[in-house]
């Protein structure tokens, strides 16, 4: 047997290939290995920057609909704001509270979209720096309205609920140490301001003056800020786990062809390693479209490939069904492949029945659509070949080498001489004999020094 592959009519080695786009690993699901760990590096960073735009925004939203409200508020009702402010208050009042941090946001979000177009990260001691910022406009609220109103009704105001507002939108950063520090930073502003706005001591009469009575309520922020931190903690996860899956079985498909069925997918995923380089028992189909290329002239270019797709679509499913893998696909044709990467005991059993299940497809097709009706010719062989991946780290490529393969790209070919659809190699004289097979004898292979025995199945 020879290990290097002839080549095929039209310089195309027999080889089963495909390129992934990057480096392979030595697990199908590692954490953070290689090819997927930068996969998953780049998708995770994109993730955030996109939820710290979307925190940014709501928060700019929301300030300014409450900006808006304000002012409508003290301009077109007289009496509620002579309730609340007896001793009045100024327009301009709100506009100094809230208006700064509406321009800061605004401000940040610009700077993180030129950072993201520039291909830049948004800096773990900004994001704490905004974080900051942010959580501290309750307490400058808290602080202006006391100046106009009297401080316990302040904390019993809207103006302390906004740290809750804050705390939430944390978990939109995937961090929850940035969660935390937005509910520390809310517990501790609240109980500060508190203690200096309130007459908050021991000696108080009220309940409501009482030192506990506003450290529950911070403890309150604090423990928000570190549910907030569990569920960004959460998210984050579910999103690591969802990109290692994808990238694993994205390269798992890459990898071993141009199609793979889910089960084959999931089976590969459940070995957790990739296929050794080593001469395994094989079966290779080869699918040719006759005359197509005929056919392409009389056509427009969008239909010649919608034919196509419609008509692989078929073809694949029933390659899945018998345990196969569309390796390549070669224009107006397929290679597939049974027993490999997953080793099959009935792989020729399998790769026959498929052949033969893919000739009644082409006959339903025909009746079906006889403006578009199609011929083919089906080679199938079966025997050792190596296999392995291979490559540089750039790109890698699962292949199998030798003459099982040839042989098979051979028998395809030979069916347009004999007028038969699907031919097989002696290999398989069992399931040839099964099928009802017509024994052609020993025939001359272009490129073989002796004949091989061929069977006709159809």
Not at 14 to 37: D, F, W
Not at 89 to 107: K, M, R
Not at 362 to 374: I, S, T
Request: hydrophobic content about 50%.
């Amino acid at each position: 047997m020879r290990l290097l592959p002839r080549l095929l009519p039209g310089g195309q080695g027999a080889r089963l290939r495909v390129s992934t786009a990057g480096p392979v690993v030595g697990s199908v699901r590692p954490v953070m290995t290689n090819a997927i760990s930068g996969a998953y590096a780049q998708a995770l960073r994109r993730e955030i920057l996109r939820s710290e735009q979307q925190r940014m925004r709501a928060l700019a939203i929301i300030l300014s609909i409450l900006l808006a409200a304000t002012l409508i508020g003290a301009a077109f009702l007289p009496d509620v704001r002579n309730q609340l402010f007896p001793q009045g208050i100024s327009v301009w009042v709100p506009l100094a509270g809230i208006g700064p941090f509406i321009l800061f946001e605004l401000a940040a979000l610009l700077v993180l979209r030129w950072r993201i177009a520039a291909g830049k990260d948004f800096p773990q001691p900004a994001r704490f720096a905004n974080a900051f910022i942010e959580t501290s406009l309750p307490g400058v609220v808290i602080f202006v309205l006391s100046r106009h109103m009297d401080p316990p009704l302040v904390f019993g105001f809207w103006p302390p609920l906004l740290y809750f507002v804050f705390i939430v939108l944390s978990t939109l950063r995937l961090d929850f140490w940035l969660s935390l520090w937005t509910g520390t930073i809310a517990a501790v502003e609240q109980f500060a301001l508190a203690w200096w706005l309130l007459p908050v001591g021991p000696g108080a009469t009220g309940a409501d003056e009482t030192i506990y009575y506003h450290l529950s309520r911070s403890v309150m922020l604090l423990m928000a800020g570190v549910v907030a931190g569990v569920v960004a903690r959460s998210l984050r996860r579910q999103f690591e786990n969802s990109v290692v899956a994808a990238a694993a079985r994205d390269r798992v498909t890459n990898l071993f062809g141009q199609h793979v069925s889910p089960a084959v997918v999931d089976r590969l995923l459940a070995t957790q390693t990739d296929p050794p380089s080593e001469i395994r028992p094989v079966c290779v189909l080869f699918l040719d479209i006759r005359g197509f290329t005929a056919m392409t002239r009389k056509r427009p270019a969008r239909e010649t490939v919608a034919l196509l797709n419609d008509f692989f679509a078929a073809m694949v499913v029933i390659v899945d069904r018998h345990g196969g893998i569309v390796n390549k696909f070669l224009g107006d044709g397929f290679l597939a492949v049974f027993g490999a990467p997953l080793p099959d005991p009935e792989a020729a059993t399998h790769a026959v029945a498929a052949g033969r299940e893919m000739l009644a497809a082409v006959d339903e097709w025909n009746r079906q659509r006889p403006g578009q009706a199609l011929r083919v010719g089906i080679g199938i062989h079966a025997g050792e070949a190596v296999t392995g991946t291979v490559g540089s780290a750039e790109r890698k490529e699962y292949t199998v080498i030798g003459d099982t393969v040839n042989l098979a790209a051979r028998l395809e070919q030979l069916t347009k001489e004999t007028g038969a659809r699907l031919l097989v190699s002696d290999a398989l004289d069992a399931q040839a004999r099964e099928a009802g097979g017509e024994d052609l004898g020993p025939m001359a292979i272009r490129g073989y020094g002796e004949p091989v025995r061929v069977w006709r199945l159809a």
